[in-house]
């Protein structure tokens, strides 16, 4: 019996943040209130002190794995330069544009993040850390810590454009702030 509880309770636990994962990249972190985030999950706000301490907690385990996931799905693009190719077209997508709360957490939180405790701040760090070695290796994977500078600058881009894609109201300029953001992008592969 114990056993299921546990079980029970870390199922849960993921629920809430996948959720709230969808709902801070949606609305934002401020946003989102704790009894929206937890009627989001199909739970009362009674339970959220069962799996967090707060909701600086709640955000931190987020934005790890939200950012975890990133990496994750990584895995799934083709071997090397191609699979970053691959990225930046899916990244700098309409799609990915018009849909935050399915997409990338930098794009959507950054702003927010960089207001949070530290412990948000660290598991941001954590994970663009992940995501610029992952680009690195895929850069150059004989030498990752040679192409550290040309993935920062390839990451950042890529967030910066899509977020500025996302802010502008004019529907054709936005559309061109993706597709130079794409050449841009590939720029850094050749």
Partial sequence: MVRYAKEHKEVTRQRIIQKAGQRFKQDGIDGSGVSTLMS???????????????KDDL???????????????????????????DLIRQYLSPEHRDHPG??????ALLDEIGR????????YTDGAKAIVDEIA????P???RSARGKAVGLYTM????????????????????LEQGIENGLAFLR
């Fill in 40 to 54: 989001d999950a199909g739970l009362t706000n009674g339970a959220f002190y069962a799996h967090f301490a707060s």
């Fill in 59 to 85: 955000v931190a385990n987020v934005v790890a794995a939200e950012l975890r996931a990133q990496v994750e799905a990584y895995d799934t693009l083709r071997p090397g330069r191609q699979g970053l190719e």
């Fill in 102 to 107: 399915a997409g990338c957490p930098s794009a």
């Fill in 116 to 123: 949070c405790g530290d412990a948000t701040r660290q598991a």
């Fill in 137 to 140: 290796a895929r850069l150059t």
């Fill in 142 to 144: 004989e030498d990752p």
């Fill in 158 to 177: 890529m967030v910066g454009t899509l977020q500025l894609s996302r802010a502008l109201s004019d529907r054709s300029f936005a559309d061109e702030v």
